[in-house]
């Protein structure tokens, strides 16, 4: 019994994949950006498999992709003390302070509401005061909804072990973008201790970009890159990549056709699996290729048709969801992403679940010490409603507690 992992090491970021074929048998599926070799590393239970690393020799024609680093020392964050003010930074483009806030989870699974200050320049603080020692959790929203990256992890006393599982990366910036256009997001790294902070993005173009420190410690990074298309930013810390690093990045231009690209008439939730999904694309006369395809839930990516509504001025878009859970529709013309590209789509109503949607995180999933509590988190945000069942096998029986 054990996990299994695969990595690919190489000239470029390859994008890689599994999907279960049957019991027991899972298939591999990596692209390769550049020629050169590779390293294929399988394990299992935390152990390389038979022959394993493997190594690749690619051949081929370059993409041409475009690869740039930076790297900054970070420090170990000043301890919080109950009853003394507790604060986070942070920059968050696009995000109205009249649809924002900010919650806290004491130890006890005690929720409260938290100022959150609008400092101008798109910097906010979240701020409180903290009653007692432990690990809190601090929810940031927006429009009812958590910001990419939250909940992170506040402890208030002394800190436990760091390392690259305690950092995070929050925001838009590691989503999507414009061409040409400032694009950002948060490093969390109190959490982790003292380090290398290292960020690359790897793409059809150079990027440009460099960290800004927060007060608090923490920092966000700022980038720009001028051709439009699909880039992989990687957030490293101490040489190890952080939870959901590299994360896939996809860049709409800022000009050209694929600018006039406009969504209409998309319901983004509540659709039931097995009925026809439609939606329409106005593309105002732009001129070029227009494509759709749709990521499911487990990983297959299924072609859209697409219907002239009126020539040349829009075109609707139908497919016919199989799975429950969250789809992602991309949306090209002669190969950029239109504005917001891909759209995210939940499929099934309240009624129905996607247990894939649900991500567990924290401590407790890693290690433990008898006789001490340890915690995680599971979020269920776009799991739809169920019954959840967490069950702990091991050498002695253990107490379990949820809030």
């Known amino acids: 019994y054990g996990g299994l992992s695969v990595s690919v090491q190489g000239p470029s970021k390859a994008e890689l994949t599994c999907k279960e074929v049957k019991a027991g048998l899972i298939k591999v599926i990596y692209k390769p950006t550049e020629p050169g070799v590779y390293v ?3 394990k299992f239970a935390d152990n390389h498999v038979r022959d394993s690393p493997f190594t690749v020799h690619c051949t081929g024609k370059g993409a041409g992709r475009k ?11 000043g301890l919080a ?8 930074f942070m920059k968050l ?14 130890p006890k699974g005690v929720t409260e509401d938290i100022e959150m ?4 320049q798109q910097y906010f603080q979240i701020r409180f005061f903290p009653k007692m020692e432990g690990i809190h959790h601090l929810s940031v929203m927006h ?3 958590h910001i990419y990256g939250s909940p992170f992890q506040y402890t208030v006393g002394p800190f436990a072990e760091g390392g690259a599982h305690k950092v995070r990366a929050s925001g838009l910036g590691v989503v999507r973008g414009e061409t040409n256009y400032p694009q950002s997001f948060n490093v969390y790294t109190r959490e982790a201790g003292a380090g290398n902070l290292s960020v690359s993005i790897e793409g059809p173009s150079k990027a440009t970009m460099a960290f800004h420190d927060h007060k608090d410690g923490n920092c966000h990074v700022e980038y720009k890159v001028a051709q439009p298309g699909e880039y992989f930013i990687a957030v490293k810390f101490n040489d190890q990549h952080i939870p959901d690093s590299p994360f896939k990045v996809f860049i709409a231009p800022a000009t050209g056709e694929a600018r006039k690209l406009e969504l209409a008439q998309f319901h983004d939730q509540g659709i039931p699996a097995g009925k026809a999904f439609t939606f329409t694309v106005l593309t105002h006369r732009a001129q070029g290729h227009l494509e759709a395809k749709v990521v499911t839930p487990t990983n297959e990516i299924e072609t859209i048709d697409i219907v002239p509504i009126e020539d040349g001025e829009s075109y609707a878009m139908r497919f016919l969801p199989k799975e429950t859970g969250n789809h992602y529709i991309h949306v090209t013309l002669d190969g950029a992403p239109m504005r917001d590209s891909p759209f995210r789509l939940r ?4 009624d129905q679940s996607d247990p894939t949607a649900i991500t ?3 401590d407790g999933l890693r290690k433990a010490t008898t006789g001490q509590k340890c915690e995680f988190i599971i979020s269920t945000a776009n799991a739809g409603a169920g019954q959840l069942t967490i069950q702990l096998d091991g050498p002695s029986k253990a107490t379990l507690d949820a809030y």
């Open 93 to 106: 483009p696009n995000v109205s302070p009249m649809d924002s806030g900010a919650r806290v989870m004491d």
């Open 40 to 42: 294929v590393a399988v």
């Open 143 to 145: 429009k009812d909804s």
């Open 117 to 120: 200050r609008d400092l101008g």
């Open 347 to 350: 499929v099934g109503g309240r």
């Open 360 to 362: 567990a995180s924290g």
């Open 81 to 88: 003390l109950p009853g003394k003010e507790a604060s986070v």
């Open 67 to 77: 690869q740039e680093e930076i790297h900054k020392k970070t420090e170990q964050a």
